[in-house]
T-cell receptor, first 113, second 115 residues
């Protein structure tokens, strides 16, 4: 079946450090891939997405590239800020007439000043 | 545009009771999905509605049900509540343009506590 695997957290970084959160997936067909972020007490916000192989999604300094050969969609940011502290979820959506998202377990990022 | 709204934001119920949660999608969005978020199980898909029809259903018992109205607003109902139903229930809406990259926009969630 379809699934998403994320690196275990928490990830603790100092401000301005480089961030990588690993995400790999298993899916039939050609899924779309997403990163969502959840701040404390809030719902999920879309951070970025990619819909086909080699697409790069980017937003607010975050980037992720859809790698079909390694079935990966790793999240990166060159210089994190304290305000980036949140839980990050990788997710996939298969094609077809459904909007069902399959999520990874989430990775807590804590950025210290 | 206003975002996805969910009511109520917090609920406390006791075992055996039933509960109804409401979701108003972004204006013009016709697809509404529901998810359950718990520390142990993470984010799990409950069901999706499109044009008042259930289009997809997750692996939850029949106590969990939903519906969608002609204005795309959706409700989910949980009957005979159990302690394990305590969770954050998230609603998401989508324009459902038919492209694979259709984005789902999430509401703030309803925090349900079952005592």
């Amino acid at each position: 079946g379809n699934s998403v695997t994320q690196m275990e957290g928490p990830v603790t970084l100092s401000e301005e450090a480089f961030l990588t959160i690993n995400c790999t997936y298993t899916a039939t067909g050609y899924p779309s891939l997403f990163w969502y972020v959840q701040y404390p007490g809030e719902g999920l916000q879309l951070l970025l997405k990619a819909t086909k192989a080699d697409d790069k999604g980017s937003n607010k300094g975050f980037e992720a590239t859809y790698r079909k050969e390694t079935t990966s969609f790793h999240l990166e940011k060159g210089s994190v800020q304290v305000s980036d502290s949140a839980v990050y979820f990788c997710a996939l959506k298969n094609g077809g007439a459904t909007n069902k998202l399959i999520f990874g377990t989430g990775t807590l990022l804590a950025v210290q000043p | 545009k206003a975002g996805v709204t969910q009511t109520p934001r917090y609920l406390i119920k006791t075992r055996g009771q039933q509960v109804t949660l409401s979701c108003s999608p972004i204006s013009g969005h016709r697809s509404v999905s529901w998810y359950q978020q718990t520390p142990g199980q993470g984010l799990q898909f409950l069901f999706e509605y499109f044009s008042e029809t259930q289009r997809n259903k997750g692996n939850f018992p029949g106590r969990f049900s939903g519906r969608q109205f002609s204005n795309s607003r959706s409700e989910m109902n949980v009957s005979t509540l159990e302690l394990g139903d305590s969770a954050l229930y998230l609603c998401a809406s989508s324009a459902n343009t038919g492209t694979s990259g259709d984005t789902q926009y999430f509401g703030p969630g309803t925090r349900l506590t079952v005592l």
